[in-house]
């Protein structure tokens, strides 16, 4: 058997959020082309929700890092709603 089974990207634990965004900007960027191939293509969408996925997982922990930090005046924990990429009116 081969000592490396599949080569992937690297595990989310590695990886950074602006990392696994900035891939999977340039995927999107270069699904959007229409320039590769359909087997190329499914490969990179394959790839593509891995880095999503990665990326919601990291923005999940911050969000429940944020809430566990979040102190109200008199020191007890507070819990709010933190939201990520959405503009506030």
Do not use: W
């Not at 990207?9 to 999977?24: G, N, Q, R, V, W």
């Not at 922990?61 to 709010?80: F, V």
């Amino acid at each position: 058997m081969p000592a490396k089974a599949k080569k992937t990207t690297k595990k989310s634990e590695e990886i950074s959020f602006e990392e696994a965004a900035e891939k999977l900007e340039s995927i999107v960027e270069a699904m959007e082309s229409d320039e590769l191939p359909l087997e190329k293509l499914l490969v990179q969408y394959e790839q593509g929700a891995k880095l999503a996925k990665i990326c919601e997982d990291k923005l999940e922990a911050a969000e429940k890092r944020i809430t566990q930090l979040d102190k109200n005046m008199g020191g007890e924990l507070s819990s709010r709603t933190v939201t990520f990429g959405e503009d506030e009116d």
